[in-house]
């Protein structure tokens, strides 16, 4: 109980505030808390808590910002020093991927854990973020289907691709982005909002599934599989009595939206450093 709350008071103690409110926490000041007294040994931990947050879908750049600093050695010379501002959640990362052997581990997985908690709970996501969310699942979810598809013997993959369109939409990309009125070289799903990603990321998905569990070796059943799925995601939109994609007004570029965000995170989490 006495380690319980040695540790928790000294991760409280270690938590710093952003010049906009924001909570994070150094890489140093947090390492010999979770008993490591070698930097080195500790920098292990922090590549794999990154490494984990890349496999959860995340940006680790939003989490973890390494900086340099200038201070003084013991001849007064100044040398540089590495760290890390860590998010909560880099933080509770770096917990899970600490080693289970040392009691402070255990005791800041607790903690994070429960502070992450109440960050997703107080922190809600504008619309916004949560497009911009949904868009870059989207975008991996492309990739490993073109992946599939490879597999699967598609060599046309603008054919393929189009043929998810002509399903969900029951048109061509071309006469998609002409009926929103989109330029011809602008990335549709680029400016489409969270309703139709999600109907796209569903088609994606579950285009890649069948695929695999039909065995699927030949382009065009491959092709046809993926109109297929596009259509049956379309009849489900119908059967709830949802708005058809096509007629989905285009939103904001989501370039715009991810430099407006980024600059948001910038200001609001990472503070300037001065020795």
Known sequence: ????????????????????????????????????????????????????????GEDSS???????????AGSDAMVPKGDTFLSRYACYLIAMNG??????????????????????????????????????????????LTSIAKSAGVRNYAYFHNAG???????????????????????????????????NEFRITQAGDKIIRDGINCEREAINTHQQVGQEVRNVIGKIGGKMPE???????????TNALRKKVEDKEIPQITN
């Open 1 to 56: 109980m006495e380690d319980l709350s040695r540790v928790n008071r000294a991760l409280d103690e270690a938590k710093r505030i952003g010049n906009k409110g924001g909570e994070y926490w150094m890489a140093r000041d947090i390492q010999q808390i979770l008993g490591y007294s070698s930097w080195e040994n500790f920098q292990k931990v922090i590549k794999k808590a990154r490494m984990a947050c890349e496999s959860a």
């Open 62 to 72: 939003n989490h973890f910002h390494d900086i340099v600093k200038m201070v003084k």
């Open 99 to 144: 080693e289970s052997g040392k009691s402070e581990i255990g005791i800041a997985q607790t903690y994070f854990a429960y502070q992450t908690r109440k960050q997703e709970i107080s922190d809600k996501l504008t619309d916004a973020e949560r497009r911009l969310q949904l868009r870059d699942r989207v975008k991996k979810a492309n990739r490993s």
């Open 165 to 199: 369109y002509l399903g969900l939409y029951e048109m061509g990309l071309a006469d998609i982005k002409k009926r929103k009125g989109l330029h011809e070289k602008e990335d549709l799903l680029d400016r489409a909002g969270r309703t139709e990603l999600a109907a």
């Open 247 to 257: 007629d989905l007004p285009a939103e904001e570029p989501i370039k715009e939206l």
